[in-house]
C-alpha cells in the first residue's frame, strides 16, 4: 500500500454472474491486462438486504428479470466458501492478487482469515458504522470509496476508522460516483484533490464511466490507486456488464496508467533528458553568414542568418557578433566561430 506504483484493481464484482469458469476468465483477462488485483464481492443476501429492497434503476435496466427485488438478483451471484477458495486458486495460477469486498461484519471476518493485505469498503458502506468499526479493529490498511457521500461523511466514516484503530498512513481514500455508467458532467475529478488537500490522505479513483481516459487522468492528477469494473463481454445479462470494461479495454487502461507513472516520474527539474540531449545541435540553429564576407570586414545585422546546426555561436549572442570584426574571408553560409572575429 505504500509502493510508489499505482495499484491498479481490476473489479469483476458480481460479473462472473455465479459461475466458477467465468469467473476463471476474468481472472486470466485481468492477468493478462496487468492489474495488480482482480476484486470479486463477498457477501450473504439475507444479512445485506431485505426482501423489500428495490433494485437501483441501472440494475433494473440491465438484468432482464421480472423481479424487481434486489434479494434475488444479489442471491444469484453469491460466492461461497468453496467458490472463494476456487478463485483465490486461479488467482495463483494466474500470478494476480486477489481481492474481494465484503458488505457485512461476517464477511470482513471472513476476508480476514482469508489473509487479505488490505481491505476494500464500497462506498455503501460509509455511513455503515458497526461495518467501519469492524474494519478499524483489523488493523489493516483500508481503501475507502466515497460514492454518493458528502466531505462530512467522509470525515465521518474517517474518524470511526481511527477511532477503532485504523492509522491515517495506512488508509486510502476513493474518489468515487456510483452512477452506472457515470455520465461525464458528473464524474468532478476535483473532488479527489480536495479530498487529499483537506484531509490529508492518499486518494485514489474508483471508475464507473464508459472508456478509459478518466481512470488515466486522475492518475495524471495524483490517484494512487485505481479500481474499475471489467467483463467479458457488455452484452451479457447481469447489474454491471453494461459500464464494465472489456478485455482489450482493460489491458489499454493499464498501458496508459503504466505511461503516466513513467511520464510522471522525473524529479521535476527542467533540463534536457537523456534522450534529447542528441537532438540539440541538430534541432537548434547557430550564427552563419548571410552573405559573403572579406578580411577587415564590421559584421551588421544584414551579414548574419540563424542557420541549423546548432553547434557554433548560439544566436543568443547576437548583439555580441554585430560590430565585431571579421580576421578573413568568409562564404555566404558558413558558419561563425570565435576565432574568426575580433
Not at 483477462?29 to 428495490?54: H, L, P, W
Not at 476494500?120 to 475507502?144: A, D, H, W
Not at 578580411?295 to 549572442?317: A, C, F, H, Q, W
Request: charged share 30%; proline share 4%.
Amino acid at each position: 500500500m505504500n509502493s510508489n506504483k499505482v495499484i491498479i484493481i481490476a473489479e469483476a464484482g458480481v460479473n462472473h454472474n455465479g459461475d466458477r469458469r467465468t469467473a476463471e476468465k476474468l481472472i486470466k483477462v485481468a492477468a493478462e491486462a496487468g492489474a495488480d488485483f482482480v476484486k470479486f464481492q463477498t457477501f450473504n443476501a439475507d444479512k445485506i438486504v431485505s426482501r423489500k429492497a428495490k433494485k437501483a434503476e441501472y440494475q433494473s435496466n440491465n438484468v432482464e428479470s421480472g423481479s424487481d427485488d434486489q434479494y434475488s438478483m444479489l442471491k444469484s451471484v453469491e460466492l461461497s466458501d468453496e467458490d472463494h477458495q476456487f478463485i483465490i486458486k486461479k488467482c495463483e495460477e494466474n500470478n494476480i492478487r486477489f481481492l474481494s469486498t465484503a458488505f457485512d461484519e461476517d464477511g470482513i471476518d471472513y476476508l480476514d482469515q482469508l489473509g487479505l493485505p488490505f481491505f476494500k469498503s464500497p462506498s455503501g458502506e460509509i455511513t455503515n458504522y458497526p461495518y467501519l468499526r469492524k474494519l478499524g479493529q483489523k488493523g489493516k490498511p483500508v481503501i475507502l470509496s466515497t460514492g454518493m457521500a458528502t466531505m462530512q461523511e467522509v470525515k465521518d466514516a474517517i474518524s470511526v476508522l481511527n477511532e477503532f484503530g485504523l492509522k491515517k498512513e495506512d488508509l486510502t481514500v476513493l474518489h468515487c460516483n456510483t452512477e452506472y455508467p457515470t455520465p461525464m458532467e458528473d464524474v468532478n475529478l476535483k473532488a479527489m484533490n480536495t479530498i487529499a488537500e483537506e484531509l490529508d490522505v492518499k486518494v485514489g479513483y474508483s471508475d464507473h464511466t464508459l472508456g478509459i481516459e478518466v481512470p488515466i487522468a486522475a492518475v495524471a492528477r495524483g490517484a494512487q490507486v485505481i479500481e474499475k469494473h471489467f467483463t467479458l463481454d457488455r452484452e451479457l445479462p447481469g447489474p454491471d456488464h453494461r459500464a464494465s470494461l472489456e478485455p482489450k479495454e482493460l489491458k489499454a487502461m493499464v498501458e496508459g496508467i503504466r505511461n503516466i507513472e513513467k511520464a510522471l516520474s522525473g524529479d521535476g527539474t527542467k533540463k534536457p533528458s537523456k534522450s534529447e540531449q542528441k537532438n540539440i545541435d541538430i534541432a537548434r540553429k547557430s550564427i552563419h553568414l548571410a552573405r559573403n564576407v572579406k578580411k577587415g570586414d564590421v559584421l551588421t545585422e544584414k551579414d548574419i542568418i540563424p542557420l541549423r546546426p546548432g553547434d557554433g555561436i548560439s544566436p543568443m549572442e547576437w548583439n555580441n557578433v554585430i560590430g565585431k570584426m571579421v580576421l578573413k574571408p568568409l562564404s555566404k553560409n558558413e558558419q561563425l566561430t570565435w576565432d574568426t572575429l575580433q
